[in-house]
């Protein structure tokens, strides 16, 4: 141990990695306390503790030792290796082991990714092992040769140091060695030359030419009249071993005289078998490789950064021609050619994602546009692992792909959830979205704002009598005006049918001027539509009322708005239409009937006066496959109280913690009963984003699998869009965590957010629910039978299970099982009912 490098171990490293196609190789080797390396590839460290070592495993046996993921194997998932900076994720180790059976190390491959390793490869890493193990013995030969002589002495000084030389030369060498005869005979051979062909000294001095060489290989011949007329020759022929295998060995052999004139040859060979072998499967590794540059959508690539800042591509296979349009050589050592390419506006999010991944040497995924000569606007993604150089520099490996089609898909699907396919507007989905941002705005600011919510007069009466033609015809005029007299931060949506919204902000710090402002928007809105429509040669007349509603008022939510606007519209139409009027509300009684809400519910939790119902879920053949839990309030005070209507305040309230959790322990409460009776199923819970985010969720939920022994895989947490993107890495943590438990995760309401779809490929997901507002309208309305294609076909691609809800006629149960739904729930396959009568029918 401690010795200097030597490069016939460092070769045998090199090649490990080469032909394992690992980035790290180690020759290791043990005493009582620490583990030192002495030949390492791919890593900084020259020595750890002997009680982390993976190789302290690996000697206690003969055999190769395989971890295929050190996180996940009892043996190693919480050692300081793979836990640590290291991150060590598999290992791969063949113990070195002397004749005597002691065992020394080992040699080793390793990664940081998890990876397999099969039989052959572990029988090729048991090869390299003997020939560390070789390299090892020779020089253990050396030093007891060098001892032997120091103690017998030197009789004839010049004499015996040459035969001492000669003899430890020959003795020793790596190489097979024989003094013959011109004719073939064979006078001496030393212990490498009797080790490889597998016959004692004396063996061979008894055989004759045709037992050693294979006479019929026709290099042999022309190395012996090479060797006739130059004195020496050197190639590569086939030779025998003793039991008569042949192998593939290089030759060198010279022809000398003695004092007397006699002449003798000596010849030195090796096997190559084994050099051949690993040769061949290092050329068919690099063709493999090659084919997978050429072949590969995108391009493989590995992109360094200097310490000085400079950057390029030492390597780019051919497919970057089609990323950016330039050659290998054209980035091998400066990629501002690339630089130049990449979107004005991508270029800084694009450096400083670079920067993080070399600061933390996490791996590099990022996603940018480029402006290309040919091809125009395209999408890009690069991902890498990085390694840091011993330079200071760190180098990426990785590709680089074309996603602009998937952009383009998201942004469709994206579209088809939130826009109005008829008028090109903002749907109902999307007004949503955008009043509850205006509303918290104008809080914050105390600008008030207004919802004018229009109907138009008597539309269903053109649409009857013209036909649906006209009647889309008329929805898009009508659009576009509204669009064209709104200001450009108002939002103008429509909301199905003949019925429009435009949101409207910053009209003033008080109410009498919000008024005004409001009510001349409102007046020219109704200007806009009285005016003549001219559809195919004709013109029509059309009217709308207008309903409007202030806010903020107080604590109203965006339903509220919408409510109140609405009523206002229909108070409009009462007047004679053609009308505008607006919502009177008496705020001070809405808020004292929040706060009492929230004070029954605050007793209904500590009397326990909420039950658990469960509506069954069907799959494609009609079995029942599950439920999703539903919370139910049979107030003493109020009745039956609508979820609609107490989830928002025990959400608001913090309430909704508590109950969450309740509900979280009847349901596997439920699950556990279900297994002992041997009847499991699968049970779906509402997780709310606030109960989601509280710091002790995962421990608790843990605890509670834990003390009911419920079978964690059969438990499906249902969250928001929302809540996947809000915090991203927070709660791609935490739901990796919960997935080790082997609970799985539903994205409820899916489609109703207002989110990029990256989070569906990033994040441990198991199901899409669809809402039942895409449903409802399904097959007949053309742009939910759309949404709700895209979501099956997006789902598919995926790998995601899908649950339609709100099932409720048997024509939309047919379309979405013709779509390809996994699951259906809804009031025609099973109505909530008590949790307990469920489990009691179940006979648990």
């Known amino acids: 141990m401690d010795t200097p490098p030597e490069r016939a171990f460092d070769d045998l490293t090199e090649l490990a990695v080469s ?27 020259i020595e750890t503790a002997r009680d982390i070592a993976f190789c302290d495993i690996t000697i206690r046996g003969s055999a190769v030792l395989v971890i295929e993921d050190a996180e996940h194997d009892p043996r190693s998932r919480s050692n300081p290796l793979v836990t640590g900076p290291l991150a060590v994720r598999f290992y791969a180790g063949a113990p070195l082991i002397t004749p005597e059976g002691h065992a020394l190390g080992s040699l080793c491959v390793v990664d940081r990714e998890p990876r397999a390793f099969t039989p052959q490869q572990c029988e090729d890493l048991e090869r390299l092992a003997r020939q560390v193990m070789t390299q090892l013995l020779l020089r253990r030969k050396n030093r007891e040769l060098a001892t032997t002589l120091r103690e017998f002495g030197l009789v004839d000084q010049r004499r015996r140091e040459s035969e001492s030389i000669y003899g430890l030369l020959f003795a020793n060498s790596l190489d097979g060695v024989m003094q013959t005869r011109p004719g073939g005979d064979i006078l001496t051979a030393n212990p490498m030359a009797c080790a490889i062909l597998g016959q004692s000294e004396a063996q061979l001095r ?15 011949l022309r190395l012996f009249d090479e060797r006739d007329r130059d004195g020496k020759a050197r190639g590569e022929i086939t030779m025998i071993r003793g039991n008569g295998e042949r192998f593939e060995a290089e030759v060198s052999t010279v022809t000398y005289q003695d004092e007397a004139g006699e002449q003798f040859a000596s010849v030195a060979f090796r096997d190559i078998t084994e050099r051949r ?22 391009a493989l690539v590995q992109y360094r950064l200097d310490p000085d800042g400079r950057t390029c591509y030492p390597f780019a296979s051919e497919g970057i021609f089609n990323m950016f349009e330039v050659s290998p050589l054209d980035v091998r050592e400066d990629d501002a050619v690339v630089r130049k390419l990449v979107h004005p506006d991508d270029q800084r999010g694009l450096v400083e994602s670079i920067q993080r991944s070399a600061q933390t040497l996490q791996p590099w995924h990022h996603e940018f546009r480029v402006v290309l000569p040919r091809q125009g606007l395209r999408w890009r993604l690069g991902s890498g692992q990085p390694e840091r150089r011993p330079d200071g520099s760190v180098l990426w490996h990785g590709f680089v792909s074309d996603i602009t089609e998937r952009k383009h898909s998201e942004q469709h699907t994206h579209w088809l959830a939130h826009y109005d396919v008829l008028t090109g507007l903002p749907n109902r989905r999307m007004l949503l979205d955008r009043i509850g941002h205006d509303l918290a705005v104008a809080r914050r600011s105390r600008q008030l704002g207004a919802l004018l919510f229009i109907d138009l007069d008597h539309f269903k009466h053109i649409n009857d009598a013209l036909g649906h033609s006209i009647g889309d015809e008329l929805l898009k005029q009508v659009a576009e005006r509204l669009r064209e007299v709104a200001r450009e931060d108002d939002t103008v949506a429509r909301l199905g049918g003949d019925e429009f919204v435009v949101l409207v902000s910053n009209l003033g710090l008080d109410a009498a001027q919000a008024t005004r402002h409001a009510m001349a928007v409102a007046e020219k809105l109704r200007e806009v539509l009285v005016m003549d ?12 009322s207008i309903g409007i509603t202030l806010f903020p008022k107080g604590a109203e939510a965006v339903d509220d708005l919408l409510r109140e606007a609405d009523t206002a519209m229909y108070r409009a139409k009462a007047s004679g239409r053609n009308r505008v009027a607006f919502f009177e509300t008496a705020m001070h009684a809405e808020v ?14 500590q009397l326990e006066q909420f039950e658990l119902h469960l509506q069954p879920q069907f799959d494609a053949q009609g079995q029942e496959i599950g439920g999703e839990l539903l919370l139910r309030w049979h107030s003493p005070k109020r009745g039956r109280v609508s979820p609609l209507d107490f989830i928002p305040v025990a959400e608001e309230s913090g309430l909704i913690i508590e109950l969450g959790d309740r509900v979280l322990r009847q349901a596997c409460l439920a699950l556990a009963r279900l297994h002992k009776a041997g009847r499991l199923q699968c049970l779906s819970v509402n997780v709310s984003p606030r109960q989601f985010r509280k710091d002790d969720f995962v421990a608790g939920l843990r605890q ?32 990796s965590e919960l997935r080790a438990l082997g609970l ?44 709700v294609e895209a979501i099956v076909s997006m789902a598919k691609h995926l790998n995601l299970r899908v649950v339609a809800e709100g099932v409720e006629t048997p024509a939309q149960a047919d379309f979405l099982l013709r779509t390809g739904c996994d699951c259906l729930q809804g009031y025609l396959l099973g109505r909530p009912g008590p949790l307990e009568d469920w489990l009691s029918l179940r006979g648990a």
Request: charged share 25%.
């Open 704 to 735: 509670i699998i834990q003390d009911t022994g419920a079978p964690a895989d059969y438990l499906i947490l249902e969250v928001t869009e929302n809540l996947l993107i809000d915090n991203w890495q927070d709660t791609s943590a935490r739901m």
């Open 206 to 220: 008894r055989v004759q030419r045709s037992q050693v060489l294979d006479l019929r290989d026709p290099r042999l």
């Open 533 to 544: 429509h001219h559809i195919f040669d004709h013109s029509y007349n059309i009217s709308g």
């Open 277 to 298: 072998l690993w040769a061949r499967k290092l050329e068919q590794s690099l063709e493999l490789l090659g084919n997978l540059a050429r072949r590969v959508p995108g």
């Open 592 to 605: 004292q009937s929040r706060l009492a809400l929230e004070q029954d519910l605050k007793e209904a939790l």
């Open 19 to 45: 032909l394992f196609g690992v980035p790290i190789s180690l020759v290791t080797l043990l005493d009582s306390e620490r583990q030192w390396f002495k030949s390492r590839q791919g890593l900084d460290v």
């Open 744 to 787: 799985r995760f539903s994205i409820d309401d899916f489609g109703t957010g207002y989110s990029s779809l990256a989070y569906l490929k990033k994040l441990p997901l198991y199901e899409l629910k669809i809402d039942k507002s895409f449903v409802q309208d399904t097959p007949d309305d053309p742009n939910d039978t759309a949404i």
